[in-house]
Antibody
Framework: QVQLVESGGGVVQPGGSLRLSCAAS????????IHWVRQAPGKGLEWVSY????????YYTTSVKGRFSISRDNSKNTVFLQMNSLGAEDTAVYYC??????????WGQGTLVTVSS | QSALTQPPSASGSPGQSVTISCTGT?????????VSWYQQHPGKAPKLMIY???ERPSGVPDRFSGFKSGNTASLTVSGLQAEDEADYFC??????????FGGGTKLTVL
């Protein structure tokens, strides 16, 4: 069965950096785009970033452009989200999710990122 | 990109039907048939219920159906069951390589 396992979350000071990982299994990883979606505590869902099957196509929501960078390693079935210049507004649970016809078909359990001094 | 507009709450009794609306613009819902709906129970990851406006992933009961007219999409849950009580989020591809979510609707089964 499809599994997506996020890791790398934690507590970081404002202005700091974190690198999230999403390890995938149970499907033909190289043939699927992967998204990151986040959810601030008690709030709704927010799409963050997407990487296509080839690394030439990467997209970001406006608020993270220039600060976040998505990448993938198809040999390790893993997607990464490098997050720099973090602020309180980035505090959220970050989910990785598999693309399916412009929707988010399978989700990981999420990893919590807390930006606080 | 502004968030899509959903009512904050909806409710119905077991066996009844309830419809949740999701209003966007011609730049998102009205411009693409890439509308999806997600169910989220407390403390759990979201689950895809509807994609491409009307399509159901395998395993999703046919009590869940989607529709779109103009800039507004809707999710109907028929034959309400206790386990349908959850938060529901709509989402649309917004062009310019961007996806936008609604604020979420809390569905209560009375």
């Amino acid at each position: 069965q499809v599994q997506l396992v996020e890791s790398g979350g934690g507590v970081v000071q404002p202005g700091g950096s974190l690198r999230l990982s999403c390890a995938a299994s149970g499907f033909a990883f190289p043939y699927y785009g992967i998204h990151w979606v986040r959810q601030a505590p008690g709030k709704g869902l927010e799409w963050v970033s997407y990487i296509h099957v080839d690394e030439n196509n990467k997209y970001y929501t406006t608020s993270v452009k220039g600060r976040f960078s998505i990448s993938r390693d198809n040999s390790k079935n893993t997607v990464f989200l490098q997050m720099n210049s973090l602020g309180a507004e980035d505090t959220a649970v970050y989910y990785c999710t598999k693309d399916h016809h412009w929707s988010f078909e399978d989700w990981g359990q999420g990893t919590l990122v807390t930006v606080s001094s | 990109q502004s968030a899509l507009t959903q009512p904050p709450s909806a409710s119905g009794s077991p066996g009844q039907s309830v419809t949740i609306s999701c209003t966007g613009t011609s730049s998102d819902i009205g411009g693409y048939n890439h509308v999806s709906w997600y169910q989220q129970h407390p403390g759990k990851a979201p689950k895809l219920m509807i994609y491409e406006v009307t399509e159901r992933p395998s395993g999703v009961p046919d009590r869940f159906s989607g529709f779109k007219s103009g800039n507004t999409a809707s999710l109907t849950v028929s034959g309400l069951q206790a386990e349908d009580e959850a938060d529901y989020f709509c989402c649309s591809f917004g062009g310019r390589d961007n996806w936008v979510f609604g604020g979420g609707t809390k569905l209560t089964v009375l």
